[in-house]
T-cell receptor, first 114, second 111 residues
């Protein structure tokens, strides 16, 4: 399935590095999301974009910086991360940002911060 | 009380068994409900939406109990391939269209 793609699939970075995660959706959706999934924790919503505008920032530290140039692409820029930021980062999209819309997830980027 | 609560399990059942999970939610104004399935080291995938009248998709039946604020998922005739984590999602409480995920319930179906 290629509805939502994410690159890279795996990333190892040092605490002083700068890297970016990329997400692309081919579903014609208008809303895109970044989630963090740590071991044995529920998915944590990080950011929401609707029609390219950020509508939610769930108190995410500034070392995570999202960018949404259009409705099909979403980036997460990373800098000076901490080891506790190691997790699976999932991108999702939905037709709109309404309660009735189900989300479609990408395969995720497994991030390890050393 | 957590917004969305699930028994983490694991539920260990033999092939062919019937198993049911519940998910409770705290906000009575929640509008929409979903079950997702997540395989080990994979992304969540939508299993089914949960409608007020209840709905069925093959071996899977989802129900909503608004009075007691929980949703349920029933799996009949379990298959080995049903082994996964089942995530409950609640959305639309108080005009906020932010989906809230439960921690998930782990199901292991054994031969």
């Amino acid at each position: 399935e290629t509805g939502v793609t994410q690159t890279p699939r795996h990333l190892v970075m040092g605490m002083t590095n700068k890297k970016s995660l990329k997400c692309e959706q081919h579903l014609g959706h208008n809303a895109m999301y970044w989630y963090k999934q740590s071991a044995k924790k529920p998915l944590e919503l990080m950011f929401v974009y609707n029609f390219k505008e950020q509508t939610e920032n769930n108190s995410v530290p500034s070392r995570f910086s999202p960018e949404c140039p259009n409705s099909s692409h979403l980036f997460l820029h990373l800098h000076t991360l901490q080891p506790e930021d190691s997790a699976l980062y999932l991108c999702a999209s939905s037709q709109g940002q309404g309660a009735q819309y189900e989300q479609y997830f990408g395969p995720g980027t497994r991030l390890t911060v050393t | 009380r957590k917004e969305v609560e699930q028994d983490p399990g694991p539920f260990n059942v033999p092939e062919g068994a019937t198993v049911a999970f519940n998910c409770t939610y705290s906000n009575s104004a929640s509008q929409s409900f979903f079950w997702y399935r997540q395989d080990c080291r994979k992304e969540p995938k939508l299993l089914m939406s949960v409608y007020s009248s209840g709905n069925e998709d093959g071996r899977f039946t989802a129900q909503l109990n608004r009075a007691s604020q929980y949703i349920s998922l029933l799996i009949r005739d379990s298959k080995l391939s049903d082994s996964a984590t089942y995530l409950c999602v609640v959305n639309g409480a108080g005009g906020s269209y932010i989906p809230t995920f439960g921690r998930g319930t782990s199901l292991i179906v054994h031969p």
